[in-house]
Each structure stands twice: as structure tokens, then as C-alpha cells.
């Protein structure tokens, strides 16, 4: 069965750095678009970052270009954020996500950023 685990989450301070990891089973990784999304507090679930099968087509949120960096390793079947300069409008449940428009969704792992 299809199976995407983050990992990663944790509290950081404004202007720090986080990678965040999600590792997938149970299907052809490189056959599909892999996204980020995040849903803070209150928020709607919105797209941080989507990475195409071949990683050569790269999407980010206007609100992260930038500060964010999506990629990923077919071999190891994992996406990876890694987050820059982060700010407190960054806090939010990082949820990874498979196919352009998702289908299947990790637990999520959640980020704080707060001095």
C-alpha cells in the first residue's frame, strides 16, 4: 500500500534552517509529481513546493520562493524541503503529498518557528 512518512518537524528560531524528509513506499516513485503542502492553525491546507517525476519542472509558493528548496532522490524513493531564513508565519503541519493534484498524504510533522 502507498505509505509517504515525514519527518523532520521541530521548533526552530526566526532566520534558522530545517530539512524536512518524506520517504515513500509502495509505489513508483519516479512516475509521480511530489508535493509540500502545509496547514497552519486556522489556515487551509495550502502548496509550498512541487518537484515533477524527473525534478527537471520545480513549483514553489510565491511566500517561499526563494527561502524553500524542494528535490528529491529516486533512488532513496524520498522528497526533501529544506528551509532557509525561516519565519513564524512558516508554523504549520508539513504534509507531504503524491501526484499533481494529491491523492495520498503523510501523518504530517509540525514546525515551529518561535525565539
Known amino acids: 500500500q502507498v505509505q509517504l512518512v515525514e519527518s523532520g518537524g521541530g521548533l526552530v528560531q526566526p532566520g534558522g534552517s530545517l530539512s524536512l524528509s518524506c520517504a515513500a513506499s509502495?509505489?513508483?516513485?519516479?512516475?509521480?509529481?511530489m508535493n509540500w503542502y502545509r496547514q497552519a492553525p486556522g489556515k487551509e491546507r495550502e502548496l509550498v513546493a512541487a518537484?515533477?517525476?524527473?525534478?527537471?519542472?520545480?513549483n514553489y509558493a510565491d511566500s517561499v520562493k526563494g527561502r524553500f528548496t524542494i528535490t528529491g532522490d529516486n533512488a532513496k524513493k524520498t522528497v526533501y524541503l529544506q528551509r532557509n531564513s525561516m519565519k513564524p508565519e512558516d508554523t504549520a503541519m508539513y504534509y507531504c503529498?503524491?501526484?499533481?493534484?494529491?491523492?495520498?498524504w503523510g501523518q504530517g510533522t509540525g514546525v515551529t518557528v518561535s525565539s
Open positions: 518537484i515533477s517525476p524527473s525534478g527537471a519542472l520545480i
Open positions: 503529498g503524491r501526484g499533481r493534484v494529491p491523492n495520498y
Open positions: 509502495g509505489f513508483t516513485f519516479n512516475s509521480y509529481t
